[in-house]
């Protein structure tokens, strides 16, 4: 219990470092794959604790990132973040959004290699002008229009770099190796899948995950066995046929706009699949140019889900014949692309076991639930999916906070005391696995 | 006019022979390709004539024929024919269905190739049983259950027959050729393209043809100038794809019911066409095996119109990519079936204003009406549709006929003296261009 | 354990019987609201061990039979069931197809009231002609043409008849009440609810039913826990339009082919229920009359399921706005007529726990198995969910039984000591509920 | 030949001040209702000339009017309009987008009432600012962004202004009474209906119109016998449903996006019409809000047309039907508003006739051409069908003019010398008509 202790007399000691880390974080918020004041802020401290760190190509695999900006976007947020005190040199490897950081700390004792995720983008949300609004009565909010942490990635980071600071300075009593992993672009579940795929996480023996708030609202709850995160699939569709006078001439028109209405019929009527949950969803339709002029173009943006990667596959695969053969249809071309994308999965049970003890033993949560359904898509899984398939176990679980208002929502801001219960359950649960035996 | 008093005369004291021969015809309807009676009947009467005769493969190309019945179907109505009467050696040649019969004639002095078109077939429609049907009161209906001549083609048939005698009995006064087409298969717009396909009208310089009734609803009216026809094609579509239990495993089926579903919404959908009339119907669907299987098996009819052969085509060629995307949109199969089909076009303005003044000439019509807009499809067009483009001049006539109901309906009859008023037009139009001059 | 051994004793007796009843009713089969010669058995030898018997409306609520038979075949198949020795007074009773029947019978001491409920009905199969199919070989092949016992009821109303005798000769062990069900029309799930309706079970404490086979396809195999009924609907649903031609005038037709395909792709488009498993299946589809007609007339057969009874009603609900929205769209009328459905359901755990302790007790089952998902439709749960709703708890068994072909398959046998297996099981169970205490 | 001679002589003095007012009202477009400085300039003008002038509400119908632009847009034209030179009491007489005008001028003779329809709006399209654009290089190009007279209805204002300047001086040769029309609103078909709708054409005898350039593409054609005006009607249609989490929540979702989407598919699938040419056209659908979200909102832009005013009120009420059923396909609210339309038609054949014969007289005109179908539509329709219904004749020409690019392009322009042919033959024509006797 020695560890223990000394952990909880850490982070209490850091206390108001974490509120005034996070607080800054919150006032410059990035969206996906333009994180580069906080990668840059991330990788800067890491190295300062001793880490090695992995940035640019390094990190990201350039050719497997999904739902990139353009490229003008990129750049001014290269410079806004430079602006803002971003290192520029940091900023440059970032280039093209790469803006993944890894940071390895190899310990002296031989062990296991064990890893925690954290994620940095915000939303594209502009924060509420309210009076009443926490960050606007401290002084922290977004002073970006267009952007705001309304998903609490703010405090993601903000532990995550608490923990690498503290693990680092307990070096001696640990073994093996400690990895921690800043990604971008969670929000669109887009950036998990370029770090997965640079092989970040292919040597990782126990990877661990969290959430504030989601299904846990009050602060001091935890789940520690989280199940069903639903695989998913997102794609934009566009279609291009050729506009015709509607009165004059229709038949020489090729109707992109019928194309799309018809996809989107038919794609909700894929089967459902009997291994499991299956979703589909066409979100957006925007066709056609004017009233008298058969439509020539169209777009709609979809996404596909399963409870399994396999379900969420068969939808993927439906999903794609259908919108080709919905251009085919009317005779009009379609460019399909992918977008975004989650595997599916569950917490390791032996893991998720092991956390809900560690739990217990901290003695801060009230309320340490069972099995908790999470029945959405996070992308976090897609380390889960590539730990678990080489044998290593990976678990994600949920820390509760009071919400001001829900995920997403303008209104957003969480309990900031749940900074210290989170990062008390981390480095004591990791420093429980960081060890020569288990 | 000699030659006009010559065929009145002679058409008058026939007047009884017409109306017999038309009752036996009536007696012993056969439908679309099975025609090997009627078929064979003809072929002798044209021998006796003088005609030379050609039948089987050398009046039908084989590979040309659509919406044939099955081989069950032809070999019993072959039996039936021989057991009615029918010349076994005549039906055997016309195996397989070929059933159409072409009756050349070449006159001693050279002169054009002047051709007249009749049809054989019968519906399949079963005779009324009412007492007061004419043909009941007069013991000559159907012997055939499901069979008819419910759109007046033995009365067609007839006035051929007896036109062909006249112009045989009259040669010294005529030049050129005389060729006279009996085609089977009108019905469903099958027969003529067969006929066609094979060359019959190939060296065709003038082309007859006539129908009863239609829109000449009065015995003594008369169109001569009879335009817009409409083209026509049938298709039928099957789609195969795989059964699944509905409850337990949807996602294993392919949903033929819906492709088929989807393809009749979308075929329905084909634009209006700037050009002219177009249509499309989707007539029949059946599809599915049972409530709780995924439905493997679907099978539809549709048929596209245009006011030309062009718009027609494009209806066909659209139809055809639909049929095909709905399938893939299911990932079921399809076979596409062209089953009939007809050319657009009108008469040729020369020949159809010779006709009226020939019309008007004889003196026993009523009311000779001008441009007479067909509106509906019948495959005389294909004959009419070659002739034209080789040069040649077509027209198709409506003689009038008081009807006893509506074309296709079980009490159809038309007034018998109309076959004089059609025999005596025929005679004199197809006299006066059979001359070494005009 | 007396009674267990008297039980074994009794039934190892019978053995002989079982197998000549189950092979009488086999060679009768009667499909479902037609099984007059069945449920004349089945009163009269209930009547002859001393049960209260109540037919005809006393067992069957007339207003809620669904997927009735034509009049005329339900006169036919009771002149037919006569003709094969049923009693004409019983038959009588059940004119109009109401050939449920249930047994009562009034032990001395007070006690619960159990039940057990039977299935009666045959499917619409013809038995194979197959010289190696054991009923064939052995003489009890069906003697209708398109019926055939292809599910096993033959076999359930055996052990019932044998389970009703056994408990009546054991009246002076017994107290409280037994009831034992036998229901028409289980296939497409049509009877239960017009018994259940009637309140046949709204006294009930305890309820069992079984199957044979299904999941358990070894002799020697039961299953007591079975969960995961889906809840089901069967709807068939009739679009009158107005037929035109379609060359001639298509804006005068009301397509009811149309209307009948839009329905069936926006039914499958029903959205998926985050509570549970649904499903929705437009199983058949027949519309239109000619390919040149604008199609006046559709029938499309369909069900929707769901894993619990409220997810279900969401599909009805849907499924019925959907079909009327179809008929609206196309200007038709349409008639909806739910034909059937089914409860969704489990077991009551406290009765499938005992019954599992009785399983063991008796001794002959080789492979008890725990949970076991049924993941279909079977009407027990309309008598299940009455029960359970009131307090009483519920369970239904799969016997198991080696099969010679899967269920509704020509090729269909069970290996008929599975009889003596579920009348032990039933007799012994039922004795253990009808007891003062518990 | 007195009188066109002096019109002759009038117009040809005249030109340069032709020239002049058209390049004013050019670099000052207005689009429909908005033409708050032309109407003014108009009514100005009329009074100048000695007419009884009718603006705002005596000229048009409030509640009749369609598509009209936001109350914000209508008062920031209204001060544009002063700010440019507009009589601010007329400016304030037109609030609320009353912008057409009609002039008035009884002659002392009796005789019939005749009238001449002008239109006075530009389109929606921002001018070139290639040089070689002639407006560019005379300097009277577009002054307004998005605002262009791209359809030449300036130069028909500038026509309509010298002919009611010169009838007015001829006041002693002229018998009856002659109106003046100016219509706002005729781009998108919107204006006509509300000035009809208020009796402005109730006591017209014979009423004219014309347009520059369309299918007269050479200056020194005409065309008096215009046919086929296809009637219309334009629509939006907004879907109101429900969001919810496609993940979560789908079926708590009421799916606006694929309401719209069905109807778009089942709005094409009208059937054709057999008495003549119908149209129909979705040209826009946008709907949803997010990916992952079900689509709450849609909005849809359509028309219908047909070739008579009944076909286009069968596609009408087809629209309707359809709108309406497909909210209720997905349990969602719609609300339709008709936002244009117009009339079909074509000339009364004996004015269409009289008229050929004045441009004949006339002697400026190179090319009279015979029957022109007009294949579009064009709301004078609205005003011709009231006239025309009431036993008056209308007519409508296509005055020829050499474009410099097609009607609605950038880079559209007319060939200045059509100013005077128009102005001539609308005098001598108006002139011959304005008689005691004819």
């Known amino acids: 219990m020695e560890i223990l202790n000394e952990i909880i007399a850490k982070v209490d000691a850091m206390k108001d470092d974490l509120i005034k880390q996070r607080r800054d974080i919150h006032r410059h918020p990035e969206t996906g794959w333009t994180e580069f004041r906080t990668a840059s802020l991330v990788a800067e401290k890491l190295s300062s604790y001793g880490y090695e760190v992995l940035v640019g190509e390094k990190a990201v695999k350039k050719d497997a990132m999904m739902g990139l900006p353009s490229d003008e976007a990129l750049r001014n947020a290269q ?6 005190g971003a290192n520029p040199d940091l900023v440059e490897k970032m280039t093209g959004g790469l803006t993944g950081v890894v940071g390895i700390f190899h310990f002296a004792k031989p ?48 532990v995550g770099l608490a923990v690498a600071k503290i693990l680092s300075e307990m070096k001696d009593e640990l073994a093996g190796t400690f990895k921690i992993i ?24 126990y990877l661990l995950g969290a959430h504030f708030g989601f299904k846990m609202k009050h602060t001091g709850d935890i789940a520690c066995d989280v199940t069903g995160f639903l695989a998913t699939t997102k794609f934009d569709a566009a279609f291009t046929g050729k506009p015709a006078h509607a009165g004059a001439a229709p038949e020489e028109g090729r109707n992109a706009l019928l194309a799309a209405a018809c996809a989107a019929l038919n794609l909700h009527a894929i089967p459902r699949h009997s291994a499991g949950v299956s979703r589909i969803n066409v979100g957006k339709l925007i066709a056609g140019s004017g009233r008298n002029v058969v439509g020539d173009k169209a777009l709609i943006q979809l996404e596909t889900r399963g409870s399994t990667t396999e379900i969420n596959k068969f939808m993927e695969d439906e999903a794609a014949r259908i919108l080709n053969a919905a251009a085919a249809m009317y005779g009009v071309d379609v460019e399909i692309k992918k977008v975004g994308g989650a595997a599916g999965g569950s917490n390791s049970p032996e893991l998720a076991a092991f956390l809900k003890d560690k739990a217990k033993e901290i003695g801060i949560f009230k309320n340490i639930v069972g099995e908790c359904d999470f029945g959405a898509s996070e992308d976090f899984s897609y380390f889960m999916e590539k730990v678990q398939s080489h044998g290593g176990q990976a678990a994600y679980m949920m820390v509760g906070a009071e919400l001001a208002a829900g995920h997403h929502d303008s209104h957003f801001n969480f309990d900031e005391t749940a900074l210290a219960h989170s990062a008390k359950m981390m480095c004591y649960s990791l420093s429980q696995l960081l060890t020569s035996k288990k």
């Open 182 to 205: 800043f990604q971008p672009a969670e929000e669109g579940v887009r950036g998990a899948h370029a770090m997965a795929e640079n092989g970040v996480v292919d040597d990782v023996d």
């Open 111 to 158: 062990g296991p290699v064990v890893a925690l995720r954290c994620d940095m983008d915000c939303n594209d949300v502009t924060e509420t002008s309210d009076e009443k609004h926490f960050p606007n009565q401290q002084g922290f909010s977004s002073t970006h229009e267009k952007e705001m942490h309304a998903c609490g990635h703010d405090g993601h980071t903000t």
């Open 79 to 84: 410079k806004r973040a430079v602006s803002e």
